[in-house]
């Protein structure tokens, strides 16, 4: 079955640490997305990217970072410069230039140690 | 600016009606979608209007009208399983192709 697969489901992160959360679409999209939620916030997005080797900052692109070195992966890395960076991560993947819906990978909650 | 607007709370009984409703602000609309959300999980893809009108799927219904910059989610014969947040979401062309999320309205379905 087709699908995005995050990893890991929870991730816990020590002070000045860096860490990497996963995504893997084997959709074949063009498009990805990484999104924060926060409670009672709505999807917030991180960074997203139309094509390969090509990714542009969201609206809160401050303290990560992310590449797209092939189409299926999308890994972002939370630096040690996010300094609130304890939420629930959804990473999203949709067929680009067009007016598809996203489908959406299962999570990671990172928290901080 | 963007800025979508949708209620926190909402609670209806089962087998009711409910509507859910979302008024946004955007420039270079592409279109609004509605997901819903089980608490820890991902959103799944509920609809999806561009055109002014009511698209109808199953027990699920949602409206827009583009010139008032407004949407609802219509939810027949609700069952407890509905129970979830329903995040109203518009795709816009402003920056590129990005789509920005209300934060949701958590819908409770009781007996």
């Known amino acids: 079955d087709g699908g995005i697969t995050q990893s890991p489901k929870y991730l816990f992160r020590k002070e000045g640490q860096n860490v990497t959360l996963s995504c893997e679409q084997n959709?074949?999209?063009?498009?990805m997305y990484w999104y924060r939620q926060d409670p009672g916030q709505g999807l917030r997005l991180i960074y997203y990217s139309q094509i390969v080797n090509d990714f542009q900052k969201g609206d809160i692109a401050e303290g990560y970072s992310v590449s797209r070195e092939k189409k299926e992966s999308f890994p972002l890395t939370v630096t040690s410069a996010q300094k609130n960076p304890t939420a629930f991560y959804l990473c999203?993947?949709?067929?680009?230039?067009?007016?598809?819906?996203?489908?959406f990978g299962s999570g990671t909650q990172l928290s901080v140690l | 600016g963007q800025n979508i607007d949708q209620p926190t709370e909402m609670t209806a009984t089962e087998g009711a009606i409910v509507q859910i409703n979302c008024t946004y602000q955007t420039s270079g609309f592409n279109g609004l979608f509605w997901y819903q959300q089980h608490a820890g999980e991902a959103p799944t893809f509920l609809s999806y209007?561009?055109?002014?009108g009511l698209e109808e799927k199953g027990r699920f219904s949602s409206f827009l009208s583009r010139s008032k910059g407004y949407s609802y989610l219509l939810l027949k014969e609700l069952q407890m399983k509905d129970s979830a947040s329903y995040l109203c979401?518009?795709?816009?062309?402003?920056?590129?192709?990005?789509?920005?999320f209300g934060a949701g309205t958590r819908l409770f379905v009781k007996a």
């Open positions: 979401a518009v795709r816009s062309l402003a920056g590129g192709f990005k789509t920005i």
């Open positions: 959709l074949n999209h063009d498009a």
């Open positions: 999203a993947s949709s067929i680009e230039g067009s007016r598809e819906k996203l489908f």
């Open positions: 209007n561009v055109l002014d």
